[in-house]
């Protein structure tokens, strides 16, 4: 089936989800909307992230989708069980295949939950992990400084790597062998992470396990693409197209990716 699939996400993070189904699923046409002039989501209330994860469903419905991604953890926690009643194709989100992916590379037991305040104080993932192992025991921290600062393009430097370490310093004292990148942009700042939580921690993100899903889903439903899709990716923004195409440059390696503006009320 030739449909394209949406992705969704509050501005530019959802696009390292979007890399890892580019490789899993090389046939597929993606469609992305990225609300970065709302972003971040992470402080916003359960409400207001609810309608705003509905009108970039509702938009990309009219593309005629054949399932959607919602890559993004803050939406998935609040949006993602009313979606998957109420629209009428599969929709997957991040946090379960973010929770197993931790449970499979953990040793002790023991998991670092990080995210944006939103959904740290949903619980979603403590939640998702106790349902696949009674016994693990987690620690989660909010980060809300690292969605600006993947947003604002200065995600490498060494003002970003103080920035993160700053942030993680209540990790110092906890005790874990397994971190969750409980946030869609997170994997873009996931060397400075890497060097603060030091060898010994298994660092990951829900992009592979959510790349599985999507294709045992599109598999289940017979709706995969069997033969090259002759469509392009479409990328949306609702901020300045300039960033976005830097990232999506820089990130996903499209060498002139067709990216357009749209605005929701
Ligand atoms: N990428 C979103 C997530 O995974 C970021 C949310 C935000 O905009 O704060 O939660």
């Known amino acids: 089936m030739n449909a394209p699939i949406g992705v969704i996400d509050s501005g530019v993070g959802g696009l390292t989800v979007v890399k890892e189904l580019m490789r899993r699923l090389p046939n ?3 469609i992305y909307i990225g609300d970065t002039a709302r972003c971040p989501y992470g402080p916003r209330s359960s409400n207001e992230v609810r309608k705003f994860t509905w009108q ?3 938009s ?3 593309h005629s989708i054949k399932m959607l991604v919602v890559a993004c953890n803050t939406a998935t926690a609040v949006a993602l069980e009313s979606l998957q009643k109420n629209c009428p194709f599969p929709v997957i989100g991040v946090i379960f295949p973010g929770a ?3 449970i499979k590379a953990t040793k002790r037991s023991e998991i670092c939950i990080l995210g944006t305040a939103g959904t740290i104080k949903s619980g979603a993932y ?3 992990l106790k349902a696949l192992s009674t016994s693990c025991q987690t620690v989660s921290l909010a980060c809300p400084s690292f969605v600006p600062l993947v947003e604002s393009g200065e995600y490498e430097g060494d003002f970003a790597k103080e920035m993160v370490a700053k942030t993680l310093e209540p990790l110092q004292k906890e005790a874990f062998d397994t971190l969750i990148l409980g946030c869609t942009h997170y994997p873009l700042l996931q060397e400075h992470i890497k ?3 030091g060898p010994n921690v298994t660092v ?3 992009a592979e396990e959510t790349a599985d ?3 045992e889903t599109l598999t289940y439903f017979n709706i995969q693409c069997n033969q090259a899709n002759a469509m392009p990716h479409l990328f949306y923004t609702t901020g300045s197209i300039p960033m976005f195409r830097t990232i999506i440059e820089n990130w996903l390696e499209i060498p002139s990716p067709i990216i357009e503006q749209i605005s929701f009320k």
């Open 28 to 30: 597929e046409q993606f």
């Open 56 to 58: 970039l469903a509702e």
């Open 60 to 62: 990309l419905k009219t």
């Open 100 to 102: 197993r992916a931790a």
């Open 126 to 128: 403590e939640r998702a």
């Open 195 to 197: 060097e603060v939580v």
């Open 204 to 206: 990951l993100s829900s």
């Open 213 to 215: 899903d999507v294709y």
